[in-house]
């Protein structure tokens, strides 16, 4: 497991912009799968986004076309660029992580302690 930890989380206008980032402890292997996750109020936590090492990317729907996961090996840093922000967007943000492919669809292990992000219409 590595140690992950959010920032940039904040209250922002619909149609506003946000860039989430999650600062990784370390990458212990080549192969490591990282997502984005939310989960708002009252909501079973969902799926926002991945990215494998090899650079295949997933999104939900509810934020394709608007939302962009980047990651950064030199700074160990995973982004989430999120534009055209809408109230539904509004959750806890977690990012995760697992040593193995995406499409493998093994459980996330290691988890970061979230950021709020709130969007006002």
């Known amino acids: 497991q590595v140690q992950l930890q959010e920032s940039g989380g904040g209250s922002v206008q619909a149609g506003g912009s946000l860039r989430l980032s999650c600062s990784i402890s370390e990458l212990p292997y080549m192969s490591t799968c990282m997502g984005w996750f939310r989960q708002a109020p009252g909501k079973e936590r969902e799926g926002v986004a991945s990215l494998y090492s090899g650079g295949s990317t997933y999104y939900t729907d509810a934020v394709k076309g608007r939302f962009t996961i980047s990651q950064d090996n030199a700074k160990n840093t995973l982004y989430l660029r999120m534009n055209s922000l809408k109230p539904e967007d509004t959750a806890m943000y977690y990012c995760?992580?697992?040593?193995?492919?995406?499409?493998?669809?093994?459980?996330?292990?290691?988890w970061g302690q979230g950021t709020q992000v709130t969007v006002s219409s």
């Open positions: 995760a992580a697992v040593a193995a492919t995406c499409a493998a669809m093994v459980p996330f292990d290691s």
